[in-house]
């Protein structure tokens, strides 16, 4: 009963109900109220209700009068007007139909009665309303308005208006009075009101619950899409914040770019002016001698006498001769400089934005349980997998999934690539052995099951075969080398020669033979390709290096000679290229190792003294900035850099993982940006795997018997010289 007034208010005039008539989804309006808003806003002959939006049908030719009574808010208003009668109002009397403001209410006969049909009533008390209740609407207490609320309606047939319905027509389903039993419902079963409401009213309770049940589902709903709406709104805000940085990270990479290339550009410039200077200074000096000379000729031949032309005439032909054999410097470098964009700014995007999160406990990773072997590339997959709702359309949907493995710094060339079934490859390559940790992340949400721990052992490195000599044979292999198109030399000691196969194996030709004359080789140890026509050999016994065509074997030039000084050798053993074509040669029993122009001229000399001090060095190669050298007596590698100074040492003597003994061959297996150090440990018989750092990684699993020379091939393959076997092996 409390807040009555809202209760017969219609929510369309905002005044008290008139005619009050409900609606299919059970809201109550005044029929005049709810006909004008259905007419003006019906589509198709369908409205919505004011109060919940559901869409309701307009009755049959627009009798709206014929639509369900509310009796209810007809009680309500009942209600509501004997109240107002406290405040003086007038309330009409049920018998009489005069309006009153002292009334008076009978409950059993459920009707108002003015003062002088009240005193009729309880004329006739004894004879027809004995019992009867009959109270001052003024003097209502809270439980009479709940009665008057309940009470009985009259009958709505012609000539039964004063009749209250108190049964109730099962056949028809209909309230009826006593005069309605007793004519047209007379064969028909009926019960009392009370009885059939009572019985309904269970129903009506079960099925509340039901729909109470439901209204509670759209509560949660509704709350659920008001979270929604939040994160919603703090999922964008996060998103643009996001864009915003990574435009920042983007622009400042750019910057630092940008910084980086005109530094590089400006060095540019400063090398080329100090070489146009350097060239222009010479030509200058050129120029002056020959001012000079034609000034000193031209004094002498008109100035001078006859005797000092003739006496100076030997010095000055021999002037003449050496300004002539003097070439002018050519220009050292040319004026086009030019720089040349590589990025596509039309196709550029900083990411993607995506509306469907991914079901992080049905994405899986899969490929982890391979055996992961140190320096080697392992690969995995990720398949994303979205929400079951979204299942169907899940190849449309793009992500961004992100892979970190700790620790960060024994992984290199970490890579995530999309397939074209959606799905992503992972590849990297573990520096060392141990136990690895992978977290996986699809677009920002790490997996259920992340993070993954996998284990990566030591690489045991397949001797897969023998290279197929097509009937040749060697007596004595020692170096390898390969060039770019997959041409292999071989080094053969005893038999005084460098013999060249192709990349099936098949002998091309033989440069050399014995002998001390040019072209002619004495114990030949290794080899290095200059390029793919020109190859230098080292030389045991005669102490020097040649250089020789490789396609006719012709002599092209050599240098060095038995001896202790620079440029001199006392039995070479190795010899390669660093990053800028010199050449570096294991000077073995000079215990040191020599790094010499591409003329022979002496550049660097390091390993005879010092902390680095090397014994009997039988190998040595260049690497990013670092020499590293087979100290084969000492039983170890050393690593020096590229001035020659001592950095640190690899390896120990002994048979263990990690330990040498008489180290000789030495090559740089590139697996993408990683480098693997392969090391000929060759009184060990086997060939030993080293991170650059020194780390012990890995080994060959069939014992091989000397291995003396290694190199790796374009096709990836590794090959490697068998002194005692007199063969070619090939690893994998």
């Given amino acids: 009963m409390q807040d009555l007034k809202h209760h017969v208010t219609c929510s369309i005039c905002l005044d008290t109900f008139t005619e009050p008539k409900t609606i299919a989804c059970l809201h109550t309006f005044c029929c005049e109220c709810l006909k004008k808003h259905a007419l003006t806003s019906q589509r198709n002959g369908k409205f919505r209700c004011p109060e919940c939006q559901a869409e309701v049908a307009v009755p049959e030719a627009n009798r709206f009068d014929k639509l369900p009574t509310s009796f209810h808010h007809n009680s309500l208003l009942s209600v509501l ?80 208006e004063r009749e209250l319905m108190r049964f109730f027509c099962i056949e028809c389903q209909t309230c009826v009075c006593q005069i309605c039993i007793a004519t047209n419902h007379k064969t028909h079963e009926v019960e009392p009101l009370d009885k059939a409401a009572d019985d309904e009213k269970s129903n009506i309770l079960a099925r509340t619950e039901s729909i109470t049940e439901k209204s509670k589902v759209c509560s949660d709903a509704i709350h659920e899409n008001e979270e ?40 540019t410039r400063v090398l080329r002016m100090e070489q146009l200077n350097s060239a222009k200074t010479q030509v200058q000096s050129l120029a002056r001698q020959l001012n000079q000379a034609v000034e000193f000729a031209n004094d002498l031949a008109q100035r001078s006498a006859s005797s000092h032309i003739l006496q100076s005439k030997k010095n000055l032909q021999e002037r003449f001769e050496d300004l002539h054999e003097t070439p002018v410097p050519a220009l050292p470098v040319s004026s086009f400089v030019k720089f040349v964009p590589n990025c596509a700014p039309e196709n550029f995007s900083l990411g993607f934005t995506t509306t469907s999160k991914p079901d992080v406990n049905r994405s899986t990773v899969e ?309 693997n150090l392969l090391v000929c440990n060759c009184n060990n018989g086997r060939v030993d795997q080293f991170t650059m750092e020194g780390c012990f990684t890995g080994k060959t699993v069939s014992m091989l018997q000397r291995p003396t020379g290694i190199t790796t091939t374009p096709e990836g393959q590794i090959l490697v010289a068998d002194l005692t076997a007199k063969n070619m092996c090939v690893l994998k």
């Avoid at 910084?259 to 550009?265: K, S, T």
Wanted: some cysteine; hydrophobic content about 35%.
């Fill in 367 to 675: 490929g982890l349980s391979q055996d992961y072997q140190a320096g080697v590339e392992g690969e995995f997959v990720v398949r994303p997998k979205m929400y079951e709702e979204e299942k169907e359309d899940e190849v449309k949907y793009k992500h961004h999934v992100e892979v970190l493995m700790r620790p960060a710094d024994k992984i290199e060339r970490l890579m995530t690539c999309e397939k074209e079934d959606g799905n992503f490859q992972v590849r990297f390559v573990p520096k060392e052995p141990g136990s690895f940790h992978i977290t996986v992340k699809i677009d920002g949400e790490e997996l259920l099951t992340s993070p993954f721990t996998v284990q990566v052992h030591e690489r045991l490195i397949q001797v897969v075969g023998e290279l197929d000599l097509k009937g040749k044979s060697f007596q004595k292999p020692y170096g390898i080398a390969v060039n770019s198109k997959g041409l292999i030399a071989v080094a053969d000691g005893e038999r005084h020669c460098i013999l060249i196969f192709d990349k099936g194996g098949k002998c091309v030709r033989k440069l050399g033979c014995y002998g001390k004359s040019a072209g002619q080789l004495n114990y030949p140890t290794d080899a290095a390709f200059l390029d793919d026509d020109n190859i230098l050999v080292v030389e045991q016994w005669n102490h020097r290096i040649q250089q020789l065509s490789v396609h006719t074997g012709n002599f092209v030039k050599s240098f060095g000679k038995k001896g202790t000084r620079d440029g001199e050798f006392c039995n070479p053993m190795s010899i390669s290229l660093d990053d800028e074509g010199r050449v570096v040669i294991a000077d073995c029993n000079n215990h040191r190792v020599q790094v010499l122009s591409k003329d022979g001229e002496p550049v660097l000399i390091f390993g005879d003294n010092g902390p680095g001090k090397l014994n009997h060095p039988s190998g040595c190669i260049f690497d990013k900035n670092n020499f590293i050298v087979s100290d084969s007596f000492n039983n170890c590698l050393k690593v020096f850099d590229s001035s020659g100074n001592f950095l640190y040492k690899i390896g120990e003597p002994g048979s263990g993982d990690g330990q040498l003994r008489f180290p000789w061959g030495l090559c740089i297996e590139h697996c993408g940006s990683h480098r």
């Fill in 228 to 267: 929604t709406e939040c994160q919603l709104e703090a999922n964008i805000a996060s998103a643009k914040l996001k864009v915003s940085q990574a435009a920042d990270q983007l622009v400042a990479k750019i910057r630092e770019r940008e910084r980086e290339d005109i530094a590089a550009i400006e060095n």
């Fill in 81 to 160: 007007a004997v109240r107002q009668s406290g405040d003086g109002s007038e309330i009409s009397c049920g018998i009489c139909k005069k309006k009153s403001a002292e009334i008076s209410y009978c409950f059993e006969c459920a009707k108002f009665l003015c003062s002088d049909c009240e005193n009729a009533h309880e004329l006739f008390r004894n004879a027809a309303f004995e019992g009867h209740k009959v109270t001052p609407v003024k003097k209502f207490q809270p439980q009479d308005y709940e009665a008057l609320l309940k009470r009985q309606a009259n009958c709505s047939q012609k000539y039964h």
